[in-house]
């Protein structure tokens, strides 16, 4: 059996937890540590250094294709938000929930004069 539970009694070899690159070396018959649902793998040392440039010839060969999958997500990415860009305006209701006017809105130059007691341009009397 090459795959065994946390808690779980084993016997003598090496057991690697792959999700965080743990090693148990177990002497004699033992238990291994961590929690139920953690996955152990009994694999010798050995076993560890013929998979490293398996894995690394696996992802050498599908580098291509996920940066053909990555480039093709964006590109769908961009045409969705072009598509969608007419239903978004129309949709908007100009609410801005981080802006707020406990003061009133900012005023103009020219109500901000009337405001102090002078004449607005406007307001010019002959």
């Known amino acids: 059996m090459l795959k065994h539970n946390a808690g ?3 016997g003598k070899g090496t057991y690697w937890n792959f999700s965080t690159g743990e090693r148990i070396d177990i002497s004699t018959e033992g238990v291994l540590p ?8 009994r694999l ?7 998979l490293g440039p398996v894995l690394g010839l696996l992802y050498a060969a599908f580098l291509p294709f996920i940066g053909i999958a990555m ?17 978004q305006r129309a949709a908007s209701f100009g609410w801005r929930p981080s802006e707020s006017y406990l003061a009133g809105k900012k005023k103009g130059p020219e109500a901000a004069k009337k405001d102090e007691g002078g004449e607005s341009p406007g307001d010019k009397k002959s």
């Open 71 to 87: 480039l093709v997500k964006v590109i769908l990415q961009k045409v969705a938000t072009v598509a969608m860009a007419p239903t």
């Open 44 to 50: 010798p040392a050995t076993g560890i250094i013929v």
């Open 34 to 41: 961590g929690k139920g649902n953690t996955a152990y793998y």
């Open 8 to 10: 779980a009694k084993v």
